[in-house]
């Protein structure tokens, strides 16, 4: 910027220069003045593309970061508003009655896939939970969605997840993650790229806790992709046939708790294997609530209470959930935070 400064200097000297220089050497004088106003002009605009070309540079990320935070929240905020009211049977979609599997009625929607998307919900009143519970208190809503958010939980109830990393939170309540599942006698391992987002809303029984899954966009896989391949090293995959899921824990009059899952997969089997089949596989993901609930019911909550498993080095924060003080990652705790 110095440079700036002096050739507005030279400008506004220039005439006083000129004069002078006219006087002392005549046209060699102009010839010696416009060659130095040459020089420190291209000197100048040299130096003030070069500093302002790192100033914006630097600014605009920030501002890019910033602004891609608010984009992918508001399209998380979005999905959050379309699975709660899928959860209440307020989005307009009928859902089909499957029946039950214990203690979780299941329902199933058609999505223009071969398989269609199921939704399992399981209620246990104030009453119930009590009289269940080995302290004969009910659980809360914040210890089952604590478990089923830790990793511990969800690897209870899939017993074929391996790893979840937290590679960048959008926001409080957002964050990218990438996952990966072992293989068994009827699959290769996968994994897959995910949005997910969380949000706690204050009703007049309790809270309601929410979280839904869904894959990363195009354009999220594409500027993470060094991130991934980080994580993934030489190990092979298959894209995981996840496309959206979704957890709802609701409080309940007089302690009681509704939890809702909705799980749509659509996976690659051959055409010689019953859907029948396929379908009673996937029926089973949205009874996890049910197992959640026992969990809550009869475990003490695992510790610490993390989202990227146990080997992770995800920042933890020590709170209170269900009376019980632990230490649970710094994205639940937020999630768990009123207000």
């Given at each position: 910027m110095l440079q700036v400064l002096a050739l507005i200097l030279v400008v506004a000297l220039m005439p006083y220069l000129l004069l002078d220089l006219r006087q002392s050497y005549g046209g060699y004088g102009n010839f010696m003045l416009l060659s130095l106003c040459g020089i420190l002009m291209t000197a100048a605009t040299a130096q003030f593309l070069v500093a302002m070309s790192k100033q914006p540079h630097h600014e605009t990320s920030k501002v890019t970061q910033a602004s891609e935070e608010v984009e992918w929240s508001h399209y998380m905020d979005q999905l959050l508003d379309k699975a709660i009211a899928m959860s209440d049977g307020t989005d307009g979609k009928p859902w089909r009655d499957e029946g039950w599997e214990q203690s979780t009625q299941i329902f199933s929607q058609d999505m223009g896939t071969r398989f269609p998307a199921f939704f399992?919900?399981?209620?246990?009143?104030?009453d119930l939970l009590r009289r269940r519970s080995p302290a004969s208190l009910a659980c809360s809503a914040e210890e089952v969605f604590g478990l089923?958010?830790?990793?511990?939980?969800?690897q209870i109830s899939d017993a074929f997840r391996a790893t979840d990393t937290t590679i960048q939170r959008f926001g409080p309540r957002s964050w990218l993650s990438y996952q990966t599942w072992t293989g068994n006698h009827v699959q290769a391992p996968q994994a897959g790229l995910f949005l997910q987002?969380?949000?706690r809303t204050s009703c007049p029984d309790g809270p309601r806790f929410t979280c839904v899954?869904?894959?990363?966009p195009a354009a999220l896989a594409s500027e993470y992709g060094e991130q991934v391949a980080e994580i993934k090293q030489s190990q092979t995959f298959k894209d995981a046939p996840h496309k959206f899921s979704m957890v709802d824990i609701q409080s309940l009059p007089s302690g009681g708790l509704r939890v809702s899952n909705i799980l749509h997969v659509d996976p690659s089997v051959p055409r010689f294997v019953p859907s029948s089949i396929v379908q009673g596989f996937i029926k089973t993901g949205v009874c996890r609530g049910a197992t959640y609930l026992e969990m809550a019911?009869?475990?003490?909550?695992p510790q610490p209470l993390n989202m990227q498993?146990?080997?992770s080095t995800e920042s933890l924060e020590q709170v209170t959930i269900g009376g019980q003080s632990c230490k649970v990652s710094r994205l639940l705790a937020e999630i768990l935070?009123?207000?």
């Open positions: 399992g919900r399981v209620e246990a009143s104030g089923s958010m830790s990793f511990s939980g969800r987002a969380a949000r899954t869904v894959p990363a019911l009869k475990l003490t909550l498993g146990p080997s935070a009123p207000g």
